[in-house]
């Protein structure tokens, strides 16, 4: 069972920036589609953005313009570069298959917040 370990977040202000990993125990997940979720307190977890095995990109309205998606082969790890962030950004954020019906284990997540 692949393992995904995410790391990266943190506090940030408004207007900050911050990267996100997800590094996986198997290059299997170089073989699929990739995303981000992130679950807020009391809200249902959502997608945020996804990458396909050919680096096709997709995002959630609500991140598009200011999050990138991107991941490397050799290092068998995700990444979720978080630019113009903003309190409605802060959450668990999560990586997994975006295939729904095949979803690894979930990761422990990584906190990111946005106060000033």
């Known amino acids: 069972q692949v393992q995904l370990v995410e790391s990266g977040g943190g506090l940030a202000q408004p207007g900050g920036s911050l990267r996100l990993s997800c590094a996986a125990s198997e290059s299997k997940v170089n073989d699929v589609s990739m995303a981000w979720y992130r679950q807020a307190p009391g809200k249902q977890r959502d997608l945020v953005a996804r990458?396909?095995?050919?680096?096709?990109?997709h995002y959630a309205d609500f991140v598009r313009g200011r999050f990138t998606i991107s991941r490397d082969n050799a290092k068998n790890t995700v990444y979720l570069q978080m630019n113009s962030l903003e309190f409605e950004d802060t959450a668990v954020y999560y990586c997994?298959?975006?295939?729904?019906?095949?979803?690894?284990?979930w990761g422990q997540g990584t906190q990111v917040t946005v106060s000033s």
């Open positions: 997994n298959r975006a295939n729904l019906a095949g979803l690894y284990s």
């Open positions: 990458i396909t095995p050919g680096n096709i990109t």
